[in-house]
């Protein structure tokens, strides 16, 4: 991508930027066509940098507006009579139906808090103890032999197993693997795959007859997500099965992706600093200072669907009601208007607030349990059980995605 993207820097360039409007409902800069949806996938920090330098910027191939910059994210985000989680043609509601992510206000609130019981602070740490239980067979399975991809036999069915635990369905974590891969790809199918909305759709089926089965006989376990949700009465009226259905594949997506994808981040920038981890060895102190690194640096969900509601200038862009915007989590927190150093991991950097996990009301309704999986059960015990640990040079780190991003192969040995 070239610099001078903003507009008015020539006339064509405007009248571009007006014919567009239309279909952009804004007038901006925009990459004209320059960012492919496979140079994201590899590396899309190198494009977040040029669009933090453009500001709110129309990606062709994407067909929404990016919001890079740390302090348009947070106006966004914050900022409930301008902008809307409800995005017409969602691809997240058209894959998994009508659920909290897409929805704002009381809508929002009664979805949301009809889960949030199982994953408030206290609950999940009583859930500590099977959380290590879990990790410690999984290190089992594989310390003896000295090298492992830990991302397929650690991150992947440690992830799996703590979100069946917690969900309360009979599942096994490869049918969990598998039903995330499915719900995500068709929540990032911004190329309009009819493959990967095949593959979607029949997913979705398999996971509400699992649900139906768990809500069946002597119902789901106590203290359960699916218990929680069955149970709640909001505004006077209990969930729906459907909005049960959908709240299920919400937790299916997120609650196993971004554990999964922090432990194998965190584990891969420690072995690329060994001086940190001598220092986080030697004070385990420093272990959530690690996770919260780790996220900043590679966000594991990058980028949320909003709509401007009215008209409104954000940057130097003017956008119309009804724009659509990608609001980026993963290049705020790599701007250098906000982070001194930010391509940097440094475990060390004074603490300051980041956006991995959202802002706003729609802040993660996961965050204590993936804060309990990575920082307090899984990097300590990999760490502590596999001495000498260390990467694989012979197989490279091969980190992938940009909705969603983390290692997919992290081979290490000791």
Request: glycine content about 8%; charged content about 25%.
């Amino acid at each position: 991508m070239e610099p001078d993207m903003g507009h008015g820097k020539s006339s064509a360039v405007a009248t571009a930027a007006r014919a567009g409007a239309a279909v952009r409902r804004g007038v901006g800069p925009t990459d004209d066509g320059r960012i492919s949806l496979e140079s994201l996938v590899a590396d899309p920090y190198p494009h977040y940098r040029e669009l933090r330098d453009a500001g709110v910027v129309w990606v062709e191939a994407l067909e929404r507006w990016m919001v890079t910059r740390w302090d348009d994210v947070g106006a966004v985000e914050v900022a409930r009579e301008a902008f809307s989680a409800t995005e017409p043609d969602s691809l997240l509601t058209r894959t998994i139906g009508h659920q909290m992510l897409r929805e704002d206000g009381e809508a929002h609130k009664r979805l949301r808090s009809a889960a949030a019981g199982p994953l408030q602070r206290p609950a999940i740490e009583a859930r500590e103890p099977v959380l290590r239980r879990i990790a410690e067979e999984l290190i089992d399975g594989f310390v003896d032999r000295g090298c492992v991809d830990l991302i397929a036999e650690f991150a992947v069915p440690f992830a799996a197993r703590c979100l069946i635990e917690v969900l309360g369905v009979d599942a096994s974590p490869r049918d969990i693997a598998r039903w995330s891969t499915a719900i995500m790809n068709g929540a990032g199918n911004y190329a309009d795959d009819p493959a990967v909305w095949s593959a979607s759709l029949a997913t979705v089926a398999e996971i509400d007859a699992v649900v139906d089965a768990a809500l069946s006989g002597g119902g789901p376990p106590p203290g359960s997500i699916i218990a929680a949700m069955a149970a709640k009465e909001g505004q006077g009226r209990a969930l729906s099965r459907e909005e049960i259905y959908a709240n299920t594949k919400v937790m299916v997506g997120g609650g196993y992706n971004e554990p999964r994808d922090a432990v194998g981040t965190a584990v891969m920038y420690l072995l690329s600093h060994p001086d940190q981890l001598a220092d986080v060895l030697a004070d385990p102190s420093l272990w959530p200072r690690v996770v919260e690194e780790a996220v900043r640096m590679v966000a594991p969900i990058g980028v949320v669907p909003r709509v401007a509601k009215r008209p409104i200038r954000l940057a130097d862009t003017d956008l119309e009601p009804g724009a659509r915007l990608l609001v980026n989590f993963a290049a705020a927190n790599r701007d250098e208007r906000q982070w001194e150093r930010p391509d940097d991991f440094d475990v060390h950097r004074p603490k300051a607030r980041n956006v991995a996990f959202g802002v706003g009301h729609h802040f993660c309704l996961g965050v204590w349990m993936a804060r309990l999986q990575v920082g307090a059960v899984s990097l300590p015990a990999l760490f502590d059980r596999l001495p000498g640990l260390q990467l694989d040079l012979d197989r490279p780190p091969v980190v992938r995605g940009w909705v969603f991003r983390g290692p997919t192969e992290l081979w290490v040995r000791w």
